[in-house]
């Protein structure tokens, strides 16, 4: 299967399955919430996956968190689970779609789970639909790679300078963590970058020893990076040339690590405040 232009192997897709829908997931709540409903609250953190699929990070730190399976769940009353949904909602909560904008999967049924205009993710919904749910699910407000479209000579130049650059473009990540930061390190050649959570002072480090300011678009190893009016790193892309450009959106499981035009991802990291620089690795 293709997402994004990309291939997803099967073992990967049923990843992403137990990343959507886990076995148990968090829903955050008032304390009085929690006493009406005559729930537990359960304090466990989310794992890396969890946080990203359900935006816990952007979550009021105020609220507590009820932990529930599927089967506990449906045997709720369902004005209980209909009040729990559209609590998530205004609790801003990732992973509570509307009924609207999947009908064509899962029929009028769907109205049934909650309130009748949203619903949550359970292995259940994904047991017959995983290989139309799961690629609108990853490709929802991302372009596709271009990684297939860049010449081998483009490669060819760019593989001095960026060494990893084509191994990594158009892969998927085993889960959250990996971020942009650490894409543009691996592909110069960073070990373990790759696949690690990287902060800000690391890369900022990096930055400092292998860059000088500079560089062009349409060059190889030009690094594109964003700041905020704090001068805080927000993220960062690296060209291989002919205005090819890799990136990687975010630290999120859903985000593949991509080629794109520069002008692409100019556009799309476009944010208030966030001003872009570049830097020119050094030979």
Known sequence: MEVLGIEVSRALLHQWIEWLAPDRQPFYLTAKQIALWGLAQDDTEPDRQQRDTYHSYGVDGRLRSVWLDESTFMELPRKTRAGLVRAQVVHERGSVPTVRAWRDVFGPEIRLQADGHRFVWWKSLLRDTAADVLPRIVSEALGPSHHRDVPESVWASAA???????????????????????????????????????????????????????????????????????????????????????????????????????????????????????????P
């Open 160 to 282: 001095p300078l960026l060494p990893r650059a084509r191994e990594l473009a158009g892969t998927f990540p085993d889960g959250s963590g990996p971020n942009c930061f650490g894409t543009v390190m691996a592909a110069a050649g960073v070990g373990g970058a790759a696949d690690t959570w990287m902060q800000r002072e690391p890369f900022d480090q990096w930055l400092a020893d292998n860059t000088t300011r500079g560089g062009r678009d349409d060059v190889p190893g030009t690094v594109l990076v964003w700041r905020d009016d704090n001068r805080l790193v927000q993220h960062a892309a690296i060209t291989i040339g002919a205005g090819w450009t890799l990136h990687k959106p975010s630290q999120s499981w859903t985000s593949p690590r991509k080629i794109r035009t520069a002008p692409e991802v100019r556009r799309s990291t476009r944010t208030p405040s966030w001003h872009l620089t570049r830097h020119i690795l050094r």
